[in-house]
């Protein structure tokens, strides 16, 4: 019985430490995909990753809000890509709208053939071959 109850609190701990690193594990896919979403710096992944291991190394107990934070990290990271978008698109709107309201920007005409670049399936004319 001595050993029986020797082992059953490390049976405990280690099935703990297991299920905390899976949970990790899946809280680490999550904050990659924000990271891919955001395209963040390595110093923020690097934060997420930190937080997450103190996190398990302190609050074992509540490991499985590492999966709540993780995914609630995931849909702020979808919702910031979103408002990153529309603000980049907003931007671009703005610093192009010059030159297509003024025309004179260009040369003669975009769709002039001077400067149409040609294209690769485009087939070679006779003048081009001779």
Do not use: C
């Amino acid at each position: 019985t001595t050993t029986h109850s020797y082992f059953r609190p490390l049976a405990r701990y280690l099935h703990e430490m297991f299920a905390a690193l899976v949970l990790l594990s899946i809280a680490l896919f999550f904050l990659y995909r924000i990271d891919l979403l955001l395209s963040a710096s390595s110093t923020i992944q690097n934060g997420y990753i930190t937080m997450a291991v103190v996190w398990i190394l302190f609050f074992r107990k509540q490991a499985a809000q590492i999966l709540i934070v993780a995914f609630q990290f995931y849909l702020f990271g979808i919702f910031a890509m979103l408002v990153s978008v529309v603000l980049n698109i907003g931007v671009e709107a703005l610093f192009s709208a010059p030159a297509a309201i003024h025309p004179s920007s260009y040369q003669s005409s975009p769709f002039s053939s001077v400067h149409r670049q040609p294209f690769a399936t485009d087939r070679p004319t006779r003048r081009r071959m001779e």
